[in-house]
């Protein structure tokens, strides 16, 4: 509870004697009492403090306490304020006199009678909380009424701007439309309608509904407890406005989970109801008020007004089409040419962008296939010589056989490589020595080097280097950046290949003596298709696609990729960083054995789940009868739905501890589950754990899924073990 603000009290005596009884008479917790010692130091504290009461004596060395009393109503902040003058001289006459004059309140003989001076200094105490009180009212109210104002200011400028709308919409359709869309925002409710009746007073010519997510739709009825409340709008010819305890909008006797609160009008044409306007569930309140049923009613005469006008003129319109029928057609048939026009324009630039998309997508796929095909060609040319030793032709095969099977894995990823420029090329990461993996790419570009004559020198450690990687998407990094050095390194030139361990990572750095990068280029160095205003480019030309490449496949290896270049024919430096990994990864083999043990339940974790109550939500019933098997053999109580609307209805009935949902389920999706269950009422609705178990795998998935209020997110396929060790993370149940 906020502690009551204290009430300052100022005594003014020269006698420290004085004051000090005076404290001791006057002291209570709701209080401060300040002394001062001469009218100059009360002087100084009213210049910055306000205070209820002022008791001053009247004689005191340099000012004393008249003159003091005349400075302080000399001044516009302490001019108000009361002052009780003490005084042991009771036959001043003058004295007091002047006092009075001066705006005293009262005075009192010394020695002070304690009971007169608390009963006096009360009354003044009490006068000024009563006068803060009404000053803090007084400023509330002002703010209130400015918030009003202000509120009231701000429909009335949409109203006006609703009035301009429909005025100058000649559609009834549209008038309607808009208007359902604006009588939302105005109102600030989650949901309006507005439906126009045909002359049976029973059926819709017209039904427009505007949802809070501004989805506005004429495909869908009013709600069916809106309905109801609907007819009795039209029967009653009045508006009507109902909260949730009204029988209108309870359904069996129960309160309606959709409708909280109704607000309606009827559009009156001449003496007939021909529509209604209704908006639902007030936004940041429980109830619509008074004013928002005078507001409705306002609206429902304007869209009558605009709606009539407009039928008016789609009348008058429809007479004039038909007056001109001929200059009508003739219009359609410009309109029509006009249109195939169009037509044949964008249907040109669809295909151009075709054509587009085709070539970028060819380059990609020739840029990927020709850097094996490089040391396969380099290596059977030179076994085509016949002048190679044995341990040199031993090598080549070995080198054709292993670049021909990374052909062929690159020939069946052929989809991830047109992936690449929509980020969606996915890795299959594993323990991978970048020594090894740097001298197989170094053997791999091999004869390119040789045919230039260009020296090439390799500096590796001696110890292994391991990083999580893909072993052919690492290589085809390196191959790119040495194919890059060969391309733009002259005759006779130096590549130099250095890796150093910079713990927790490793630099493998690219370096040659080529013709170098402009600085101003330097930035622009790995973007798709960009080129080079320089020699660079027009002498060797290319796509400007492997840098580019390179750079996408490093940032999936979660490294990073920096070129330096002092400038042309001065050479360049291509700098990669990878993490190291301590342990390494399995390969594949390790994997699925691991991934065997991961699967087995332990028997520990028979009795892990005992008393959990776990609903699963999954569409799919293989799924379902799955997760259900595992989670029962953990002693789990498990029960299974398989949709949104029948979770919703469960989790009431049944209150589980947890919620495991899948993601991907038709009509709604987790998503909407996990968003519906959060909005009710219930506090165990907002508080329960929840798992999100789901196929859609990526960080971007999973992000989304955190965010939504799942705690967990678990991809498919399920490994049972690692399900049991998220869910007795989030339920605090040590495995």
């Not at 004051?19 to 210049?47: C, F, H, K, M, T």
């Not at 009971?115 to 006068?131: C, M, N, P």
């Not at 208007?179 to 949901?191: D, L, T």
């Not at 009539?308 to 048939?333: P, V």
Request: contains cysteine; negative net charge.
């Amino acid at each position: 509870m906020k502690t009551e603000e204290q009430i300052n009290i100022l005594m003014v005596d020269d006698s420290a004697t004085n004051l000090l009884a005076l404290q001791s008479i006057l002291s209570a917790p709701d209080r401060n009492l300040v002394s001062a010692s001469s009218g100059n130091e009360a002087l100084r504290y009213l210049l910055d403090h306000e205070v209820a009461v002022i008791l001053m004596d009247v004689y005191m060395p340099g000012l004393d306490g008249l003159e003091t009393a005349e400075l302080i109503r000399g001044r516009e902040r302490s001019r108000s304020i009361p002052i009780i003058f003490l005084t042991a001289d009771s036959t001043g006459g003058r004295h007091l006199s002047r006092g009075y004059s001066l705006g005293a309140v009262d005075y009192i003989v010394k020695p002070v009678e304690a009971d007169i001076l608390r009963s006096k200094v009360a009354v003044f105490v009490e006068l000024f909380k009563k006068t803060q009180e009404v000053e803090r009212q007084a400023q509330l109210l002002k703010e209130k009424n400015l918030e009003l104002e202000n509120a009231n200011l701000a429909r009335l400028g949409m109203l006006i701007e609703l009035g301009q709308e429909l005025t100058a919409e000649h559609d009834p359709g549209r008038v309607l439309e808009n208007f359902c869309r604006s009588a939302r925002e105005i109102v600030q409710a989650q949901e309006a309608g507005v439906g126009v009746l045909n002359g049976d007073d029973h059926s819709l010519r017209y039904f427009f509904r505007s949802h809070a997510d501004g989805v506005s739709s004429a495909n869908d009825g009013a709600p069916k407890v809106a309905q109801r409340a609907l007819k009795a709008l039209v029967k009653g010819r009045r508006p009507l406005r109902l909260n949730e305890t009204d029988d209108l909008l309870r359904e069996r006797g129960k309160t309606s989970e959709l409708v909280h609160s109704f607000l309606g009008a009827p559009i009156l044409s001449a003496s007939r109801v021909c529509g209604w306007v209704y908006l639902l569930n007030k936004l940041n309140e429980d109830d619509f008020t008074e004013a928002d049923e005078r507001l409705a009613a306002t609206l429902a005469t304007q869209v009558a007004s605009a709606y009539e006008n407009a039928q008016l003129y789609t009348d008058a319109q429809r007479h004039a089409d038909e007056l001109q029928l001929e200059i009508a057609e003739r219009k359609q048939a410009e309109e029509e040419r006009a249109q195939l026009l169009v037509s044949e324009r964008a249907a040109r630039a669809e295909a151009e962008e075709v054509n587009r998309t085709k070539d970028e997508f060819l380059a990609t796929l020739s840029h990927e296939l020709r850097t094996p095909l490089t040391a396969i060609l380099g290596w059977s040319h030179l076994v085509r010589t016949g002048k190679l030793e044995e341990e040199q032709l031993t090598r080549a095969v070995e080198t054709i056989e292993r670049n021909a099977r990374s052909q062929s894995q690159l020939i069946d990823d052929l989809l991830d490589v047109s992936r690449i420029i929509t980020g969606k090329l996915q890795i299959e990461p594993r323990s991978v020595d970048m020594c090894a993996l740097l001298e197989a790419a170094v053997e791999a570009v091999r004869p390119s080097f040789e045919a230039k004559q260009i020296e090439i020198e390799t500096v590796v450690p001696s110890e292994a280097c391991t990083v999580a990687g893909d072993p052919n998407r690492l290589q085809q990094i390196f191959w790119n950046l040495l194919n890059n050095a060969v391309k733009f390194t002259p005759t006779n030139g130096k590549v130099r290949i250095e890796l150093n361990r910079c713990e927790p990572r490793i630099r493998v750095s690219v370096t040659d003596s080529g013709i170098g990068i402009k600085k101003d280029f330097v930035p622009y160095i790995f973007d798709r298709f960009r080129q080079a205003d320089g020699s660079t480019t027009r002498v060797h030309g290319g796509l400007g696609l492997g840098l580019s490449i390179v750079k996408h496949l490093v940032q999936l290896h979660d490294g990073s990729i920096e070129v330096a270049s002092e400038g042309k024919n001065r050479g360049a430096t291509f700098t990669v960083i990878f993490p190291l990994v301590s342990n390494g990864l399995p390969d594949a083999s390790e994997k699925r054995e691991r991934a065997s043990d991961d699967d087995e339940l332990q028997p520990e974790f028979s009795r892990i789940l005992n008393g959990l109550r776990i609903l699963v939500v999954d569409d799919e019933a293989d799924s379902r009868d799955l997760m259900s098997a595992i989670l029962t053999r953990c002693g789990g109580v498990v029960k299974c739905c398989e949709s949104t609307a029948a979770a919703l209805k469960l989790f009431r009935s049944w209150k589980p501890d947890l919620l495991v949902s899948d993601i991907g389920m038709p009509d709604e999706d987790g998503y909407t589950l996990i968003k519906k269950l959060r909005k009710l009422r219930l506090k165990a609705a907002k508080e329960i754990p929840a798992i999100a178990l789901t196929a859609y795998a990526t960080k971007e998935d999973k992000a989304r899924a955190l965010a939504s209020g799942f705690q967990v997110h678990v991809p498919k396929p399920i490994e049972p073990a690692s399900l049991i060790r998220s869910i007795a993370s989030v339920m605090n149940r040590k495995v």
